[in-house]
């Protein structure tokens, strides 16, 4: 094995405990995933836009830009910064499985802060749980699953299987393009003012 | 011509606690329109399982009379199994279970809304749902039928966004962050 080869290895293993780090952190995910929607950032636009208060937002972006998952973009005052892309594939021992970490679960675990759904489901079912869900979640609104299929495949009640779903939808449409089907309100409307 | 207006698990857990703009936006546009909506005796079973901290308010919505329950679905009638077999074949199970085990609450919506056609107690159903599988599949089973034109697969999340946009809430209504 090449020198080289060792030191992408090195940097395998080093992306993955920085995602590790950020997945653990609901805070950094929730900064991370706000740099990565909004682009360029400087460090006040980040508290204004996350409530946080100056000392805890510079310590943050300080450990993003320590684990590489955030740069800054110019050294003149105020400095901004960019995420760093993640894209990182888990293949499973035997090769069968593979899971893709993407910005959109960073996104999903930093909104635990906010969504008490996606709080209590990281809480009963881990991180891992969450990112199952969230496999679900992007299926159902392909129309290929439903939240019965995902409750009597994971054997949760069907309600808690909603909860969770409804919960990760606005992560879905933020990150992927799906259009969305079925009438609204003008459609029920205007048929009921016809008859 | 005579609606019925048959919801889903998900409507009752969109719109949230009786103090949720959601939940008084959707409660207003069923006054406004003289709507009640009938849900499946399935959905209603899956609405109240103890698995919440905060338990959807459909029993408040029953009392308040903007929900009943449907009357059970007579699968004996042809019509109504037909539409159902029709849904439960669109949405394959994932697992090996037999069907017919599964206490299924999208083929009950489309049970529902093919006895109230069938008996002509309505001339039209709308379905709501979160479900974009079972919505699809309802349309597409009852278009094969030949009542393409008496059944709307309403999504309940553009129903409840069309309906906040309305009022001028000023927080997105399902932005996540801070909502």
């Known amino acids: 094995m090449s020198q080289t080869t060792n030191r992408d290895d090195g940097a395998i293993v080093g992306d993955l405990l920085s995602i590790a780090a950020l997945l653990e952190k609901p805070q950094l995910a929730q900064l991370y995933a706000f740099l990565t929607r909004e682009g360029e950032s400087t460090v006040g636009e980040l508290m204004d836009a996350l409530d946080l208060p100056q000392g805890t937002a510079y310590t943050y972006v300080n450990r993003l830009v320590d684990a590489g998952l955030a740069e800054p973009t110019r050294e003149e005052q105020p400095r901004t910064y960019v995420a760093r892309e993640i894209d990182l594939t888990v293949t499973a021992a035997e090769g069968t499985r593979d899971y893709t970490i993407t910005p959109m679960l960073v996104d999903a675990v930093g909104r635990r802060t906010t969504d008490d759904d996606i709080d209590t489901y990281i809480d009963r079912h881990g991180i891992a749980g969450l990112a199952t869900a969230l496999t679900y979640a992007t299926a159902r609104e392909r129309g290929e699953v439903t939240h019965r299929t995902m409750a009597d495949d994971l054997d949760i009640s069907p309600l808690a299987a909603e909860l969770i779903l409804q919960a990760l939808r606005p992560v879905v449409h933020e990150h992927l393009e799906i259009e969305v089907s079925g009438a609204s309100a003008s459609a029920v409307e205007d048929a009921t003012n016809d008859a | ?179």
């Open chain 2, 1 to 179: 011509m005579s609606a019925i207006h048959v919801a889903h698990t998900g409507l009752f857990v969109a719109i949230g606690q009786p103090a949720n703009p959601r939940y008084r936006a959707v409660r207003s546009f069923a006054a406004r329109n003289g709507i009640t909506f009938l849900l499946p005796e399935h959905v209603y079973d899956e609405l109240t399982v103890d698995d919440s901290a905060d338990p959807p308010p459909i029993d408040t919505a029953i009392e308040e009379g903007w929900a009943e329950i449907a009357e059970p679905i007579d699968d004996t009638d042809s019509f109504v199994s037909s539409a159902m077999d029709g849904v439960r074949r669109f949405i394959p199970n994932a697992d090996d279970r037999p069907e017919d085990e599964i206490e299924r609450t999208d083929t009950a919506l489309a049970g529902v809304a093919a006895q109230s056609l069938d008996t002509g107690s309505a001339s039209h159903a709308d379905v709501y749902t979160t479900d974009v599988a079972a919505g699809r599949a309802v349309e597409a089973v009852f278009d094969r039928e030949g009542y393409a034109d008496a059944i709307t697969y309403v999504n309940v999340f553009r129903l409840i966004e069309e309906l906040l946009d309305r009022t001028g809430d000023p927080y997105a209504p399902f932005a996540g962050i801070g909502y």
